[in-house]
Every structure is written in structure tokens, then in C-alpha cells.
């Protein structure tokens, strides 16, 4: 059985499913985006060279190749977390759920996930951090309040009808039976990030940090994890400690997320990214230079990354087929 990773295109958001071959299945952040943000059709028309008028009525193609507009063609590319879980993974309760940190475009949705729609759910990572909001804050707000409060129930354990989650808050280090039989090591946060993130009321830095491996191969994601966790890895691990073959690009691919030091360690072939190529902050160029092939969701689609014992990897994308790949260990 192969290991499969699932990296959702589901607008400026994250939403990860991982297939464990020991039946396992993970689920890291979730968005529901099910529309274009004014500043993707800005950033996309920008891309493209459009106005977002053109982007938003101009066909692309010509003549008999004219199809519907760019902005129905990148809105079909979106994903409804729910209903890629129910066409993939129905009927599987969520074995471990991870809030990489508390921000909302990593939360969109989780009151529909587990509270409509009622999924299962055994074990939820949590961070210790301590920023909070009241329902007034969304007033004005693209997000939902519900999801909050969920979240907030989630944290103090509580599941739909007086069902209980158990709730952990884990740290660097940190290691039990059934997350080491998935081969998951947490590389970030540590109780003294936590904290300082906490005075300096940062939410990106307290992200979880994991590595992933199977069949000699290893992923690292990162969450929106920025300078200081980065600085906290590179300074923590030796030469070689950090290294992956994949890397899931830190804050959706942006400038802020990446970090030199750290790529170099990690030395990544490949590179995702959940949404990735905003113009004005994109470090796709910078993730290049490290010699690692860089892959957007917006661009691609969903793409699934399919790990296999003997070492070799798929990379396939709904949008583009197979899309890369890496070979066979010897």
C-alpha cells in the first residue's frame, strides 16, 4: 500500500488529506473556498496580462479552441473539502486532525467538516497558543464566526452529540505509538516558540512543523511557519537533519514563508504550493534556485502525491495528469 497525499486546491487556503498505509487518514488544516477572491481574479488577470474585466468575460482560446472565461476556468479548479472527502474517503472517520495554527483560511469550514456533515474525528493537534476572537470580530469579515467557535469546542476536546475528541498539544520531539507508526516527526513548535509567539501575538510561527516519511522518501509541511520557527529548525538540526525530497511550500508559497537557510538544509526536488504565484510575494523563483521543480495548486489543480515503498513517487494533478515524478530507490 502506498502512501497518498492530497493537496487540495481550495483558493488562498490549505487543505491536506493523508492516506496512511496503515489505514490512517490525516487531515492538516481545511478552507472551503468555493470562489474567486477580488485579489486571486487581480493577481490571476495580472498573471495573464488582462484587466479583471477581460479576466472575468474574456474566453481563452481562439476560434473553434474558444472556451468559458478565465475566471470560470481557474473557478473550476476549486474543491470543496467535503465533497472531495466524500468522493475519495466516505464512510473513513478522521483517525488525526491538525490545526497547523489559528488562522481562519487554515479553520474555513471545519463547523460544516465535523459539525454538519458530521465526520468522524479520534485525535485533533492543537497548538498552545492564545489568540482569540469574539463574534463581533466577523462582523465585517470574509470568515465565519461558526468556524471559530468549533474550533474553541474542538480545543476543549467536545464532538457533536456529547461525543469527545482527544485533544493534544505536541511539541518538537515529542513521539507516541500511533503517530510513529505513520513515521511523523514534529519539527516545530517548542514550548519557548510557543511562548514568545504568544507575547509577540504571532499566530504564523506557532505552526505545526511535521516530516513525513515512507519508503525513503520524506515531506516536510510547514503550515504558515515563517522566520522564527525557521531560524529555531535551522539553529536545532545538524547538517542533513532537515532533509526531504518534498517540500509543501510554507505560507502558500509567498516570500514570507520561505527561507533560505532553511531550503538549503532541506534540500527539497519538489516543491507545492497552496495557491502560490501571487505576483507581488511569490517565491517560486527562490524555491528554483534551490534546483526543486515548483507545482501551484492554482495552476494545477489538486495534486496528489502517490509514495511508494520501493521509494519511487507520482505526482498527478487534476488539471494536468502526471506531472512529475521520482524514481525508484536502488
Known amino acids: 500500500m502506498p502512501l497518498k497525499i492530497h493537496f487540495l486546491n481550495v ?3 490549505d487543505c ?6 496503515s489505514g490512517h487518514l490525516m487531515m492538516i488544516d481545511i478552507n472551503n473556498s468555493k470562489s474567486l477572491t477580488d485579489q486571486d481574479e487581480q ?21 473553434t479552441f474558444a472556451k468559458r472565461s478565465w475566471e470560470d476556468y481557474y473557478k473550476g479548479l476549486l474543491v470543496d473539502p467535503v465533497d472531495y472527502y466524500n468522493e475519495h474517503f466516505s464512510g473513513r472517520g478522521i483517525f488525526r486532525y491538525v490545526q497547523t495554527h489559528p488562522d481562519l483560511d487554515h479553520m474555513s ?18 497548538t498552545a497558543h492564545e489568540k482569540t476572537f469574539e463574534e ?22 467536545t464532538l457533536p452529540d456529547s461525543e469527545t475528541v482527544k485533544t493534544l498539544n505536541n511539541y518538537r520531539g515529542d513521539s ?5 507508526i505513520d513515521n511523523i516527526e514534529i519539527l516545530s513548535p517548542t514550548p519557548d516558540l510557543i511562548k514568545s509567539c504568544n507575547a509577540q501575538e504571532k499566530s504564523n510561527d506557532v505552526s505545526y512543523v511535521l516530516r513525513i516519511s515512507f519508503g525513503g522518501r520524506s515531506i516536510i509541511l510547514p503550515g504558515d511557519a515563517e522566520n522564527e520557527a525557521w531560524n529555531s529548525m ?6 542533513g537533519e532537515l532533509d526531504c525530497d518534498i ?6 508559497g509567498r516570500k514570507s514563508g520561505y527561507h533560505e537557510a532553511a531550503v538549503t538544509e532541506m534540500d527539497p526536488e519538489y516543491v507545492i504550493c497552496s495557491v502560490g504565484k501571487k505576483p507581488a510575494t511569490d517565491a517560486s523563483a527562490e524555491y528554483a534556485k534551490h534546483g526543486a521543480q515548483v507545482f501551484s495548486t492554482r495552476y494545477n489543480g489538486t495534486i496528489v502525491a502517490t509514495m511508494w515503498e520501493d521509494g519511487e513517487v507520482w505526482f498527478d494533478s487534476t488539471e494536468k495528469g502526471r506531472i512529475g515524478s521520482l524514481p525508484v530507490i536502488a
Open 176 to 180: 507516541r505509538n500511533h503517530w510513529d
Open 16 to 21: 491536506t488529506f493523508i492516506d496512511f498505509p
Open 109 to 126: 469550514g471545519i463547523y460544516r467538516f465535523f459539525w454538519q456533515e458530521k465526520v468522524g474525528l479520534t485525535n485533533f493537534w492543537d
Open 234 to 239: 535551522v539553529d536545532h538540526y545538524g547538517p
Open 11 to 13: 483558493g488562498h487556503g
Open 43 to 63: 493577481d490571476l488577470a495580472m498573471e495573464k496580462g488582462l484587466s479583471v474585466a477581460q479576466f472575468k468575460s474574456a474566453a481563452y482560446g481562439t476560434g
Open 136 to 157: 463581533v470580530d466577523f462582523e465585517s469579515s470574509p470568515f465565519d464566526y461558526l468556524d471559530w467557535a468549533v474550533y474553541t469546542l474542538l480545543r476543549e476536546g
Open 247 to 252: 517540500l509543501k511550500a510554507s505560507h502558500h
